[in-house]
Nanobody, 120 residues
Framework: QVQLVESGGASVQPGGSLRLSCAASGLRVDHYAMSWFRQAPGKEREGIACVGSSNGITTYADSVKGRFTISRDDARNTVYLQMSSLKPEDTGVYYC?????????????WGRGTQVTVSS
């Protein structure tokens, strides 16, 4: 059974940091373009970070570039999202997803999400 399980979401103050984890089972994270998406209240889901399967190249949305880092631990079959300098607009549900490429075309496998709230 293919499954992605996110964890690490929490409530933090602006300027704080969090690390999200995405544990995969039934698929190998180094065989897919692993990505993080988020959905803020009242907004559409947006892709914010991706790490390519073969080359490990990372790409980021402009809204998180320089503050968030996606990484992959092949031995643990887990993907991480290190978030720093958090802002209230980073609040939302964060999802991990596996696609064949960072263009996110075709069928993707998704986790259920983890809540991140940035508030003073």
């Amino acid at each position: 059974q293919v499954q992605l399980v996110e964890s690490g979401g929490a409530s933090v103050q602006p300027g704080g940091s969090l690390r999200l984890s995405c544990a995969a089972s039934g698929l190998r994270v180094d065989h897919y373009a692993m990505s993080w998406f988020r959905q803020a209240p009242g907004k559409e889901r947006e892709g914010i970070a991706c790490v390519g399967s073969s080359n490990g190249i990372t790409t980021y949305a402009d809204s998180v570039k320089g503050r968030f880092t996606i990484s992959r631990d092949d031995a643990r079959n887990t993907v991480y999202l290190q978030m720093s300098s958090l802002k209230p607009e980073d609040t939302g549900v964060y999802y991990c997803a596996a696609y064949l490429g960072c263009n996110w075309s075709g069928f993707g496998t998704w986790g259920r999400g983890t809540q991140v709230t940035v508030s003073s």
